[in-house]
């Protein structure tokens, strides 16, 4: 099964400075050139939202501030510019195959 | 508007059984894998397993493999999520969630509220 490790468990950031989030797969998630990877934004007492899909694609109306990077096996997401609304946890998922899996997490706050 | 809606809270005693729903609306409700996660208490997300309408097809993670049920009534675009048996240790929110292509095991891009199931004797 793939397992994913996401770093740092939490971080504080600035208002307006840049928060990354790191997300290592332990197998490759790359087939026909394209990379098994979102993330998600978990508000508190919210559902998750989906932000990136195939690790760098924005969904539709989530702000270009949210980058998503990587090609494996390390994945990165970076919010530019904090916001007091980004304030959540961050996850990532693999969607590569089944049994599809999640990051452990990473908490988002403002220093 | 795509959404899917789930049922009520839940309370139940350790060996009981339950059932929840989500059932889908604004679209083609078959043709799209539906999924299952868990969050534990200040907990992170859990992939429980997901289900292909259509045909019934299903997948599970081996940690969830036979204490859970995942089924599917296409005729009234409603997934369910089943333990025979409860545990304290099942106390959580459940969400259900689609897959975002139709036919393909994509990111999920349309969630449900979640369900609180609470077990305590």
């Known amino acids: 099964d793939i397992i994913l490790t996401q770093s740092p468990e939490s971080l504080a950031v600035s208002l307006g400075e840049r928060a990354t989030v790191t997300c290592k797969s332990n197998?490759?998630?790359?087939?026909?050139?394209?990379?098994?990877l979102g993330w998600y934004q978990q508000r508190r007492g919210q559902p998750p939202k989906l932000l990136i899909s195939?690790?760098?694609t924005r969904e539709s109306g989530v702000p270009d501030r949210f980058t998503g990077s990587g090609s494996g096996p390390d994945f990165n997401l970076t919010i530019s510019n904090l916001q007091v609304e980004d304030v959540a946890v961050y996850y990532c998922?693999?969607?590569?195959?089944?049994?599809?899996?999640f990051g452990g997490g990473t908490k988002v706050e403002i220093k | 508007d795509v959404q899917l809606v789930q049922s009520g809270a839940e309370v139940r005693k350790p060996g009981e059984s339950l059932k929840i729903s989500c059932t889908g609306s604004?679209?083609?409700?078959?043709?799209?894998?539906i999924g299952w996660v868990r969050q534990l208490p200040g907990r992170g997300l859990d992939w429980m397993g997901i289900?292909?309408?259509?045909?019934?097809?299903?997948s599970y993670s081996p940690a969830f493999q036979g204490h859970i049920s995942i089924s599917a009534d296409k005729s009234i675009s409603t997934a369910y999520l089943q333990w025979a048996s409860l545990r304290a240790s099942d106390t959580a929110i459940y969400y259900c969630a689609r897959s975002d292509r139709p036919r393909e095991l994509y990111v999920m891009d349309v969630w449900g509220l979640g369900t609180s199931v609470t077990v305590s004797s």
């Open positions: 289900i292909f309408p259509a045909n019934g097809q299903t």
């Open positions: 998922q693999h969607y590569y195959s089944p049994p599809l899996s």
């Open positions: 195939w690790a760098s």
């Open positions: 197998q490759s998630l790359l087939h026909k050139n394209k990379k098994y």
């Open positions: 604004g679209y083609a409700f078959s043709n799209f894998w």
